[in-house]
Nanobody, 126 residues
Framework: VQLQASGGGLVQAGGSLRLSCVAS????????MGWIRQAPGKEREFVAA?????????HYEDSVEGRFTLSRDNAKSAIYLQMNSLKPEDTAVYYC???????????????????WGQGTQVTVSS
C-alpha cells in the first residue's frame, strides 16, 4: 500500500484545512486509516483514526476532538481530515497511516507491516 497525503498549507489561527490521503492497491477496505503528526522537536502524536469494515468508528486525540473530523471513502481509496478552528499548536507535519490493526495507529505502535505516507506540512500562524 502506498499513501499520498496532500492538502497542507499555511493558515491563520481559527482557519480550516482539509487533508486528503489516497491509497494505492486494491485492499483499502481492509485497513484502518489515520493521521499522525510531528511538530519540530517533539514526539510523534496520534491525531485521528477510523476503523475498517462496516460501522466505521472514529477516534480522536483529545486536543482535536470537536475540531477535526475524519472520514473515509472506500470507493476512492481515500480518507479526509477536515480541520477547523486551527490553533498554532496544530502546526506539524501530518502523516497518513494504514494498518490492519486500528490500535497500531491510535497507540502509535506502527510496525513494518503497517504503512505511512510522506507527510504534508500544516502551519498555523497566530
Amino acid at each position: 500500500v502506498q499513501l499520498q497525503a496532500s492538502g497542507g498549507g499555511l493558515v491563520q489561527a481559527g482557519g480550516s484545512l482539509r487533508l486528503s490521503c489516497v491509497a494505492s492497491g486494491r485492499t483499502f477496505n481492509s485497513y484502518a486509516m489515520g493521521w499522525i503528526r510531528q511538530a519540530p522537536g517533539k514526539e510523534r502524536e496520534f491525531v485521528a483514526a477510523i476503523s475498517q469494515g462496516g460501522g466505521w468508528s472514529t477516534h480522536y486525540e483529545d486536543s482535536v476532538e470537536g475540531r477535526f473530523t475524519l472520514s473515509r471513502d472506500n470507493a476512492k481509496s481515500a480518507i479526509y481530515l477536515q480541520m477547523n478552528s486551527l490553533k498554532p499548536e496544530d502546526t506539524a507535519v501530518y502523516y497518513c497511516a494504514a494498518s490492519v490493526f486500528l490500535h497500531h495507529i491510535v497507540e502509535l505502535s506502527l510496525t513494518t507491516d503497517d504503512y505511512w505516507g510522506q507527510g504534508t506540512q500544516v502551519t498555523v500562524s497566530s
